[in-house]
C-alpha cells in the first residue's frame, strides 16, 4: 500500500473508512460478472463529496487508479478494482433529500437503492420509472453510471431520460453541477455524456432524478402463440394500432416449456411464444388500448390470452417472465445473459439463427426479449463445473452479439460495456469512433485514472484481439432478479 | 448520396488546413439564434431524404438537410409524431437545424426534448472524418452517448448528416382548455396537474390566461377535460402553433426576446417585463430591455439559466456564462471534435 496516499487519507478525516487488510477487501473484488476479480490496493467508502473530490485529488497527483463501485450488482464487470487502485464504495452516500411532489423530483445521494426512491416517493403518489430488475438492491449511482432500463422503459425511458441534474467530480477534484432541476440546462448536453459512461469520466455524488406520477390504472395480459412470427407480428401491430405499452415482453418456447414443467402454467403446448404486454394510464385510455390490444393479438394468431383481474394474478403471469429462468437453472446451474439490440423487424430472423447456433454449440438457450424495444436477453445455460462450458458459452454469446451489430443493432441495451463487451466494441465502432470516445474521456479525465481499461477497448488491444474472449460466470445472489 | 458526404468531407478537411471557419446551415429558419454567425458556408440542404421508415419500429432515420415538413407529413401518414413538437420558426426548416439548436415545443415538459428522441447520429467532425454514434434501436449503452452530446450543440461539435429519432403515436384526440387565472395560480396549477395522471401535452399562461392542451384517446382527454373544468377552445391548433413558431403578436416585434429556462415551480419572477410563460411554468419568455447582468444573476439563483433568443444585443453574450470548471471541459471537448476551431466557430459563445 501507497504509503503517501494513506498520510493523505489520513489527513482528509481520520475518521474516513479506509480498508487495506486483504480478508476485509475481498468482499470488493467484483461486481456482478465474477469471472473477473481483482483485489485492490485499497477500498474507501466516503461519507460525502468533500471526501471523494480530497480522495480524487490525491490519486490523480499519484497516478493511482480509481474505480467506483455502488451495490456490485453490475453484470458486465465495470466495477470490478484495478489491483493497483483505490475502490471507492458509495453506499454510504446513501441519503435520500427532498422529495419535491410539486416540482416532481428527489434528490437522492448515489447510494440511494433505485426502488428506495419510489417508495419516498409514495406518499406523493409519484415513482422513479426506470426498473432495473436488480432495483430491490442497484443504488443510483450505477443506475447513472450503466444509464439502466427495464422493463418499462419503452413507455418511461431510461435512466437518461429520467435523471435531471447531478453533482460530479472530476479525477482532479473539481467538483460541478450538471444539468439542471429546469428542463435544460446552458452549454453542451453533458448530463447525457455521463450518463451511461460507466464510471470513466467522473464521479456522481448527487442525483436529482425526476418522479412520474403513478398511473391511475394497469391492464396485465399474456398471450401464447403458435409461432414467433405471429408474436413478432402483433408487437408490431399493438404499435402500430398507436398504442405504446408500459411493458412489451417476449418469451419463447423454451420459457414455455420451464413454466410448464416447473410452474404448471397449463399453457398451449404447441404454443412457440408467449408475450407479457402491460399497459398503464388513465383509466379511460388504458379500457381503449384493451380493445384495440386484444383485437391485434386475436388477428394475429393468438391461441390464448389471459388478463390479470387483481393484483395477485398480475404477479402470477409476471412469475412466466420472472420465475422460467430460476426453474431453467435447475437443469444447467449457471447462465451468461446477452444483452444485444436489435430493430424489431429482424426479431423472427435473429431468432432463428439464435436457435441455429445453440444446436451446433449444443447448447440450452432460453430468450426473453424486451420485445416493445428490441432489446433481447438470450440466456445459455451451462455448467462451469464440465470443462470448457463456460468458454462455449462466451464465444456463442459473441458470436450473438456480433448478429445483433450485422443487422443494424447493438451489443448492449442497458448492461454496459465494462470488460465484459470490450472486444465486441471493436466490431461495433470503427477506429477513428473509438479514438473520439478515448478523446471525451480525456476532456473529463486528463489523468486517465478513473476506470481504467473498461468501456472502451484501446486502439491496440483492438487491433491485437483475435479469438481472445472475455469470461463470465455464476452470479453472487443467484435470487435477485438482473434483467 | 456518398458523392455529396465525400465533398462535404474534403469541404471541412479543406477548411481544416486553410484554418478557415465553416459556418454551416440548412433552411437558415434559425439564423437569428446563437452567437455570431462568421465563416463561409457549409449548406446541407442537398443532403435530403427520409433513409428508413418503419412506422411499427418507431424508429425513423433521416437525412439532416431534410425539410421538417417533409418528415412530418410522413409521419402523419402513419398517425406519428417527432414527439418534441419542433418549432419551425420559419417554414424552410430542416431536421438538422432542429437537432443543432436542441429546441423543443409546447409538447416538452409531457413527453420530452429533441435529445430524449435522438437515438443516433452520422457527424463529420472537424477533421473531416466521417463518425457515426448510436443506431436505430431505441437502447443501447455502447460507448459514450455522443448523438445526444451533438444535440443543442449548434453544430460546434461536428456537421450533422443523418440522425435516427424514436417517433411516437400521434394521439387522436387533443382539446384545448380556457382558464382566467393570475400567474402564481397559473404556475402552482399547471404543476399540480403534471404530478397527477393527466394527458395534459401542453400548458401556457399569458395575460391572465392559462391554456391546458389535452391529448390522447377520446374517452382519456373526454375524462380529464370533466375533472379540469375550464372552457373548451375553438381552433387552439393555431393557437399553440402560433405560440410554437413566435407568430403570436407578442413575439412579433423588434424587442430583445429572451429565453428564461427555469425550474417548473418558481414563484412569478417579477421581472417588470412583457411575459409568456410555457412548459409549465419551465419556460418564460421575457421581451424588453433589462439589464443582462442582473437577469442572469436572477435566474442563475433560482436554479435557470437566461438566453438571448432574438434582437437585442449579442455582445453581452447570447448563452448563459458557464462556471469554470464546466467551460473548462466544453474547451475540451471542442478541441476534441474539432482541433482547428473551424465548426461554427462562436455560436455556443458562452465558453472560448
Redesign the interface.
Known sequence: MNAGLLADFSRITPALNVITDHERLRPFETDAFISHRAVPMCAILPEDETQVAAILASCSARGVPVVTRGAGTGISGGAIPSEDGVLLVLTRMNHIGKV?????TATVGPGVRNLAVSDAAAA???FYAPDPSSQLICSIGGNVA??S?GVH??KY??T??NVLQVRLV?SGG?????G???????????M??V???EGM?GLVTEVVVKLT????HVETLLAAFPSVTDAANAV??I??A???PAALEMMDKMVIEACEKFMSAGFPLDAEALLLIELD?????V???LVRVEQVLNDCHAQEIRRAKSDAEREKLWKARKGAFAALATIRPDYYTIDG?????CLPDVLARYTQLAEEYRMLVANVF?AG???LHPCIFYDATVPGEMERSEELGGKMLEICVEV??????????GVE?LRQ?CV???E??LA??H??????D?AGILNPGK??PSLKRCAEWGGMHVREGKMPRADIPRF | MENLIQSLTERVKQAASNNTPLAIHGGNSKSFYGGAIRGDALDLRAYTGIIDYEPKELVLTVRAGTPLQEIETALEAAGQMLPFEPPYYADTATIGGTVATGLSGPRRPYTGAVRDFVLGTRIINGKGEDLSFGGRVIKNVAGYDVSRLMTGAMGTLGVLLDISFKVLPKPTDEITLRFEMDEATAIQRFNEWAGKPLPISATSWHQGVAMVRLSGAAAGVKAAREKLGGEAVADAQAFWRDLRDHRAPFFEDAEPLRRLSVPSTTSPLSLDLPQWIEWGGALRWVKGAADVKVLREKIASVGGHATLFRHGDKSVGVFHPLAPVLAKIHVNLKAAFDPDNILNPGRMDNFS
Open positions: 419535491d411532489h410539486q416540482a416532481r406523493h403518489n409519484l450503466e444509464n432500463g422503459c419503452l425511458g431510461l437518461t431520460h472530476l473539481e467538483s460541478m453541477t450538471l439542471s432541476r429546469a428542463l435544460d440546462a446552458a452549454g453542451y448536453d453533458l447525457a455524456v450518463t451511461g459512461s469520466l406520477p403513478v398511473p391511475e408490431g401491430r404499435i402500430g398507436g398504442v405504446v394510464g388513465v383509466r379511460e385510455e379500457a381503449d388500448q439490440t436489435i430493430p424489431r423487424r424486451h424495444d428490441g432489446n443494424g443493432g447493438t451489443i448492449t441495451g442497458e448492461h454496459g460495456v463487451k466494441m461495433q465502432f470503427r477513428a469512433e473520439t470516445f478523446a471525451i474521456k480525456a476532456a473529463f486528463p468501456g472502451v
